[in-house]
Structure formats: structure tokens, C-alpha cells
């Protein structure tokens, strides 16, 4: 019988989510410290296995980006590593193929469920966003309209009398 329970928190998993490249990705080190093995381990399989990790699956990390994640990641090793590999959604799913430990296959399940989980947080604050951003153009069109009622007239030029003037 299949437990229903995580292996691992939700927070957890979400934490080491990034947004590299306008995806979504989990870096290579949080993997196998997730799968309970070596970041060499994992990366090894990895290569072994390339053909399942198509650049959409699995890319490298420039220097560059390499050095603005050490400021957001805790462990400063990350910086001096040689290379560090981001997968997907679609790499995490196709690792739970090369790694297949029992803890490999938990953990991926948990992974799957963590990222649904946060695709759904962000679709709902999306709608949020949008009715706030929709209030907000409201409230400026009533700021607009209240401003210009607040605009005294222009004063009115003195009637001229009608008749004759001595």
C-alpha cells in the first residue's frame, strides 16, 4: 500500500524552486540532497542518461548566473562549483526514470505535487492581481473626477451694464 503522506514538507521543496531563465527550475545540489545522494552521484546518472535531458528538460548555469544565484542560495560552495545544472518540471519528472531508489521515487512524487501546488498559487494571485489592478484604474478615475470638481471656477468677468453709461 502506497503512503498518501509527502516525504517532504511542501515548504521545503518550494524554497528551492528558482526562476532562472523564466522558468522554473531546481538546481542539481537540492536534488541530491533531496534524493539522499551526492550532487556527483546525481550528475553522473545525469550524463550517463543525456538523451532523456533535452535542453528544455536540463540546461548549465553561465558564470553569470552562477554567481547571482550564490547570492540568493545560502551555501556559498555554489559560486566556486564548476558547473550547476537547473532542471524543469519535465528533467525532475524524467529523473525519477534514472534514479529509481524507493526514496528517489517518493521524493520526485512529492517534487510533482509541490510544483502543481505552486503553479496553482500563482494562477489564483494572478486573478487577485488583476481585480486589484482593475480597482486600482476604478479609484484613479473617482480620484480624476473628484480633482476636477475640486477646481474652483474661473471667476466670472463682470457683466456689462446694459443702457447708458454718463
Excluded at 55 to 68: H, V
Aim: hydrophobic share 40%; charged share 25%.
Amino acid at each position: 500500500m502506497v503512503k498518501s503522506k509527502n516525504i517532504l514538507p511542501v515548504e521545503v521543496i518550494a524554497n528551492r524552486i528558482y526562476l532562472i531563465r523564466g522558468q522554473k527550475v531546481m538546481l542539481d545540489r537540492d536534488l541530491a540532497q533531496l534524493y539522499g545522494v551526492e550532487t556527483r552521484v546525481l550528475n553522473q546518472t545525469v550524463r550517463r542518461n543525456i538523451r532523456r535531458f533535452p535542453p528544455d528538460f536540463m540546461f548549465a548555469l553561465t558564470r553569470d548566473e552562477i554567481m547571482d544565484l550564490s547570492q540568493i542560495v545560502i551555501t556559498s560552495r555554489i559560486k566556486h562549483s564548476p558547473n550547476v545544472f537547473a532542471f524543469t518540471e519535465q528533467g525532475i519528472a524524467m529523473l525519477s526514470g534514472v534514479l529509481n531508489s524507493p526514496r528517489a521515487i517518493s521524493v520526485n512524487i512529492a517534487i510533482m505535487r509541490t510544483f502543481v501546488k505552486v503553479r496553482e498559487y500563482l494562477s489564483s494571485n494572478k486573478d487577485i492581481l488583476e481585480k486589484l489592478e482593475q480597482h486600482d484604474r476604478q479609484i484613479k478615475t473617482i480620484f480624476e473626477v473628484l480633482n476636477k470638481l475640486l477646481i474652483p471656477p474661473p471667476p466670472e468677468e463682470p457683466k456689462r451694464k446694459v443702457g447708458f453709461c454718463v
